[in-house]
């Protein structure tokens, strides 16, 4: 007991080298650990009363996520006007509430955060493209994450040459640098949108295949499997009963991990001109089309790019948070 | 130990082995290349004629061997764009590459390890608590949109540094290499800290600190020294996406770069070109992690220890 505690309270305080003090959530350490001795899986009001009583930076990223996500979703009743409709008399109007917007006013409710060259709300673009890079980096780490645990759970579970070789693969393909891995695949496939997920998808499942594998090949080894193997299950009923309920909990935390380095990754490609083709309102492009008038409109960099790093953050802080609610020894 | 790094070599070449395959079956998946170099305005006999002439007719492992070969004679034919040599255009590439990313690690080193000491040393004050939340957010800013931050700020709105181009010597250098180095630094001082925290609570630091060692030779020649290990692996892993940032940044300022050529030809479908450049960069990346291999034992004997018990 102690030990796996210490050891848990190590490992949590080099996880958390983030500002958060480490004797700040020494009592969080104890409770999880009281958890898995009970080895019961926490309730949903628990898991409700872990996140009010989490780190107050939890609860701000949370908030942040939630509303990005909602402005999103809604996005056709929140924005204004249509994200592709131009207005070519107002170009480049800055936002209505800002010194020089604020003196040459537009339409109430338009402009708030500035029109761009072909006056298209900036506002509305924003939403409209948080919508689309939501959507692109969830089916792409959806479908990463099938692609991994698949390859993980069938290559733990099998051994044998093809698991070495699929292994030696996965290695090479997580020994390189995702942005790189990124553009060799689109100088290949191209881009576009569908081609944008598929790059997504294939810079990312190896993490999962990687991290999955490892956790099977601790669990084949363990007494309920071979209460299984005993009673005559196949390998096919091993896995999918037996084996994948078990790695669930690791492979959605891996996904949220992962969802922010997939949204920047996205918005990096589209910049480029290596993503969604234009005119979609994807971050990424706003930020392309906004560069050509650093000089004149300021506004169309730094909104788009604060909804990238806000998205991102909040992201990666419950990325965190899931983590340590899950398994405070996992080391993702 | 040096099987171990054979071992690290071979795995290496198997990864630009990999890289080259992939670059090739992945440009002949999007499309007929004959079709897509000379254009529209031919008529199909002549892409036919075209096709012949450059081997595209024949089957696909026999294009594969064939572009093997010239490959491993350093051939990779010529740029369809330039019309000048693939491997020459990009070599000539190659310097504006290394001063950038060397520029770039050189300052994310510096930062990263000052603010991480920093902060180790002066854990729970204010400076701590600056230092660390600007690193977490460092972990969300996307590279392009800090090079554009940092462009509006110094370039258009204070005139103090040239917007773009590589002319203006080490001021034309300063805005890529501290966008590109940004996002490590903050890695490197979030490392640096956790690292540097956990060894100052080891015994060992207790023990020269009771005997009267002055905290600056406790810190830079008894901690500092062990918790780097961690991270010299971090900034070894960092490399990689250094290189990779150096794509984006290279295109962003205009720096003329491999990483701005392998874009702008990807943008071109310069296929030369892009086999090229994105096989240097594969290159770069597989000499810089057996490097690495080959350095850790250097500043960490127990893992030569540990690899010559492994590997008997």
């Given at each position: 007991m102690t030990s796996t505690r210490s050891q848990a309270l190590r490992t949590n305080a080099r996880l958390s080298g983030e500002g958060t003090d480490s004797a700040e959530r020494e009592p969080q350490a104890e409770q999880r650990t009281n958890r898995q001795d009970q080895s019961a899986g926490p309730s949903q009001a628990r898991w409700a009363a872990r996140l009010l009583r989490g780190p107050a930076g939890t609860r701000v990223a949370g908030i942040i996520f939630v509303l990005i996500v909602l402005g999103a979703i809604l996005a056709q009743w929140l924005t204004p006007v249509d994200p592709l409709v131009q207005n070519l008399q107002r170009p480049?109007?800055?936002?209505?509430?800002?010194w020089t917007g604020w003196r040459n006013p537009g339409r109430t409710g338009t402009y708030l955060l500035g029109s761009d060259e072909l006056g298209r709300d900036v506002l509305s673009r924003i939403l409209w493209g948080i919508r689309l890079s939501l959507a692109i980096s969830s089916a792409s780490v959806v479908f990463a994450m099938l692609l991994g645990v698949t390859l993980g759970v069938a290559t733990g579970l099998r051994r044998g040459a093809l698991d070495a070789a699929i292994m030696m693969f996965t290695d090479m393909w997580l020994s390189f640098p995702p942005i790189l891995l990124a553009i060799v695949i689109v100088a290949g496939l191209g881009s576009g949108l569908i081609n944008t997920v598929l790059v997504l998808i294939l810079t990312n499942w190896a993490t999962y295949t990687r991290v999955i594998r490892s956790e099977v090949l601790s669990l084949r080894e363990r007494e309920f499997v071979l209460a299984a193997r005993a009673l005559g299950s196949g390998p096919r009923r091993i896995a999918v009963r037996h084996i994948i309920p078990q790695v669930i909990p690791t492979a959605l935390t891996l996904a949220t991990l992962q969802f922010g380095i997939i949204v920047i990754l996205e918005a990096t490609l589209s910049f480029l001109g290596l993503g969604v083709p234009r005119p979609a309102p994807s971050l990424g492009n706003l930020l392309a089309d906004g560069r050509q008038f650093l000089w004149t409109a300021w506004w169309l960099t730094i909104f788009p790019g604060l909804t990238v790093t806000a998205l991102v953050w909040s992201s990666n802080i419950l990325g965190d948070w899931v983590r340590d609610l899950v398994d405070p020894r996992l080391r993702l | 130990m040096g099987r171990h790094i054979a071992g690290r070599v071979v795995r290496g070449l198997l990864i630009v082995l990999g890289v080259t395959t992939i670059v090739f079956f992945a440009s002949r998946l999007t499309g007929d290349p004959a079709t897509l170099t000379l254009?529209?305005?031919?008529s199909d006999q002549q892409i036919d004629s075209y096709r012949k002439l450059m081997g595209w007719d024949r089957p696909l492992g026999w294009q594969y061997l064939r572009y093997m070969r010239s490959a491993l004679q350093g051939d990779f034919g010529?740029?369809?764009?330039?019309?000048?040599d693939a491997v020459q255009l990009v070599f000539e590439r190659l310097p504006a590459t290394l001063e950038l990313t060397a520029a770039a690690l050189g300052f994310a080193i510096a930062l990263g390890l000052l603010a991480g000491i920093a902060s180790a040393v002066r854990r729970g004050t204010p400076l701590d608590a600056v230092f660390m939340s600007v690193a977490v957010m460092g972990r969300a800013v996307p590279v392009f949109w800090l090079a554009l931050l940092l462009m509006y700020l110094f370039a258009v709105r204070l005139h103090l540094l040239p917007v773009a181009g590589r002319e203006a010597g080490v001021a034309s250098l300063i805005l890529p290499a501290l966008s590109l180095g940004s996002v490590q630094a903050a890695e490197i001082a979030r490392l640096t800290r956790s690292s540097m925290v956990e060894i100052m609570t080891q015994d060992y630091i207790r023990t020269a600190r009771s005997k009267g060692l002055p905290s600056r030779i406790l810190i830079m020649r008894h901690a500092l020294r062990n918790a780097l290990v961690p991270v010299v692996t971090i900034i070894g892993l960092q490399l990689g996406n250094l290189l990779g940032g150096a794509v984006v940044t290279e295109t962003i300022f205009s720096w003329p770069g491999v990483g701005q050529l392998a874009v702008a030809s990807i943008l071109r479908r310069d296929f030369p070109v892009v086999q090229v450049s994105v096989l240097l960069l594969a290159v770069g990346f597989v000499v810089i992690s057996v490097v690495l291999d080959v350095l850790y034992p250097i500043l960490d004997p127990r893992i030569a220890q540990t690899h010559s018990v492994a590997v008997p």
């Open positions: 480049l109007h800055p936002p209505t509430w800002s | 254009g529209a305005n031919v010529v740029s369809f764009y330039y019309e000048q």
